[in-house]
């Protein structure tokens, strides 16, 4: 049995013949007393596009391998290649240490193939120092100045709350404009500058340039979601003048408010953090204030 049929359990080993790779048998004497089993991964979807990224970042030489030196390279968030398997360690199950008191938690590890196992940390690590295929992965750079960021690998980039300023001549909207206080603030799934490249001639930015003023990325959020608590948040903030377009159809603005660009940006920085209901809008003087 291969070093990660041994770790998985014996049952349909079939699962790990992969092709091009050298069959690696392990001496049980070698293996940890404490062996995992494997089970379907019921939520194998959320990791689906971890593992089609990796493979690609692998490929492209974004990604790294190196070879397995110590347990203490292994931490949740990290790939690792165990008998021609990637292998994402997802999360912490339980703490706990050996008998020797060194740090020994359980975790939770997904396989590419749609299995997963909990198994204890020092387990993987002598799996994977007897398979002489073994490998870390070392993810690219940007990868790691997500961690930095708080997200991780299995943060969904869902789109991007943007927030613009008009150079609209229309009239009605003149004073707004020169007192800094005429914004969009919308949410996209495509990238800011794709979505106002014909702006000009597009009612939804008053037929005018824009300024970018702020663009917050947004990770596993619901678009509708968002775009809800823009619109319930700054209702009373909202533009409601009619405008006669250059085709001479009357048109009402649409997420245009009557705020400036700081507490625009507030209001989005607080929807992404999720405490957006910790705070409400100020009529009168336009602001942002936390709730008592």
């Not at 339980?94 to 060194?102: L, V, W």
Request: hydrophobic share 35%; charged share 25%; glycine share 6%.
């Amino acid at each position: 049995m291969n070093a990660a049929g041994a770790l998985l359990g014996d049952s349909d080993p079939s699962i790990f013949q992969i092709e091009h790779v050298t069959e690696q048998r392990a001496d049980a004497r070698h293996w940890p007393d404490e062996i995992a089993n494997r089970k379907p991964c019921k939520d194998f979807y959320n990791f689906e596009k971890l593992f089609r990224d990796m493979q690609r970042d692998i490929i492209n030489r974004k990604a790294q391998t190196a070879c397995f030196k110590s347990s203490s390279q292994i931490v949740p968030g990290d790939f690792f290649i165990l008998s021609g398997l990637l292998c994402f360690v997802d999360s912490v199950l339980k703490e706990g240490q050996d008998r020797a008191g060194q740090d020994n938690p359980r975790y939770r590890v997904i396989f590419e193939n749609g299995v997963e196992t909990n198994i204890l940390k020092l387990s993987l690590a002598r799996a994977l120092y007897q398979d002489s295929n073994g490998r870390r992965i070392i993810p690219d750079p940007s990868t790691v100045e997500n961690n930095f960021l708080g997200l991780s690998r299995k943060d969904r980039a869902t789109g991007c709350i943007y927030i613009l300023a008009s150079e609209t001549k229309a009239p009605a909207l003149a004073d707004l404009k020169n007192q800094g206080r005429l914004v969009k603030i919308g949410y996209s799934t495509q990238s800011v500058n794709e979505r106002i490249k014909n702006a000009e001639n597009d009612p939804t930015y008053l037929e005018a340039p824009v300024r970018v003023l702020a663009s917050l990325d947004c990770y596993n959020l619901n678009p509708q979601k968002v775009e809800y608590l823009i619109h319930a948040f700054l209702a009373k903030q909202r533009v409601n003048i009619t405008i006669i377009s250059s085709k001479g159809v009357p048109y009402k603005p649409v997420e245009w408010f009557a705020v400036d660009r700081d507490t625009a940006v507030a209001v989005a920085e607080h929807i992404v953090k999720g405490d957006i209901l910790n705070y409400r809008m100020d009529n009168t003087t336009g602001r942002i204030k936390r709730v008592a």
